[in-house]
């Protein structure tokens, strides 16, 4: 009773982030295959194949994960940073459409426009310390443990 106790896995919140990595991914890349965006396509299948290899417990993926994981983190900081620095458009946006005849229109897709922005810069925000942690977890002796080679 104890024995099967104990090799029963526990609570990873590793786990659950890498399956929101995969879910995300996934999305992604449904939305790159609409668009016809073949690079970003194709970083998406590689993005799934390294969290489904995670979740799968693949020794060959955890060290792909946390690479990923790093470069996913960068990628949301940099486009952030460029993000944030044309924040002032809004205001500029908002100023133009203010010496239209009937801005009203205007005005309400700009302000739809400012949300998804902010929505998007505080996805980032939220994405680059979660995925940074994702790599350090990945990168724990307790983790690193819980990848062995099957026969």
Same mark, same amino acid.
């Given at each position: 009773?104890?024995?099967?106790?104990?090799?029963?896995?526990? $609570?990873?919140? #590793?786990? =659950?982030? !890498?399956?929101?990595?995969?879910?995300?991914?996934?999305? &992604? &890349?449904v939305l790159y295959l609409r668009?016809?965006?073949?690079?970003?396509?194709?970083?998406? $299948?590689?993005?799934?194949?390294?969290c489904a290899g995670c979740i799968?417990?693949?020794? #060959?993926?955890?060290?792909?994960?946390?690479?990923?994981?790093?470069l996913l983190a960068l990628w949301?900081?940099?486009? &952030?940073?460029?993000?944030?620095?044309? #924040?002032?458009? *809004?205001?500029?946006?908002?100023?133009?459409? %203010? !010496?239209?005849?009937?801005?009203?229109? %205007?005005?309400?897709?700009?302000?739809?426009?400012?949300?998804? $922005?902010?929505?998007?810069?505080?996805?980032?925000?939220? %994405? =680059?310390?979660?995925?940074?942690?994702?790599? #350090?977890?990945?990168?724990?002796?307790?983790?690193?443990?819980? *990848?062995?080679?099957?026969?």
């Amino acid at each position: 009773m104890v024995a099967a106790l104990a090799a029963r896995p526990r $609570f990873a919140a #590793w786990r =659950v982030l !890498t399956w929101i990595v995969l879910i995300l991914a996934a999305l &992604g &890349g449904v939305l790159y295959l609409r668009h016809g965006d073949w690079p970003y396509l194709v970083g998406a $299948f590689g993005v799934i194949v390294a969290c489904a290899g995670c979740i799968l417990r693949q020794p #060959w993926a955890r060290p792909a994960l946390r690479v990923v994981a790093l470069l996913l983190a960068l990628w949301a900081l940099a486009t &952030g940073g460029l993000m944030l620095a044309h #924040w002032g458009q *809004f205001a500029t946006a908002r100023a133009h459409a %203010l !010496t239209q005849p009937q801005p009203e229109l %205007l005005l309400l897709v700009i302000e739809q426009a400012r949300r998804s $922005f902010l929505l998007g810069l505080v996805l980032k925000t939220v %994405l =680059v310390p979660l995925l940074l942690w994702l790599a #350090w977890q990945l990168g724990r002796p307790a983790v690193r443990a819980q *990848f062995v080679a099957r026969n």
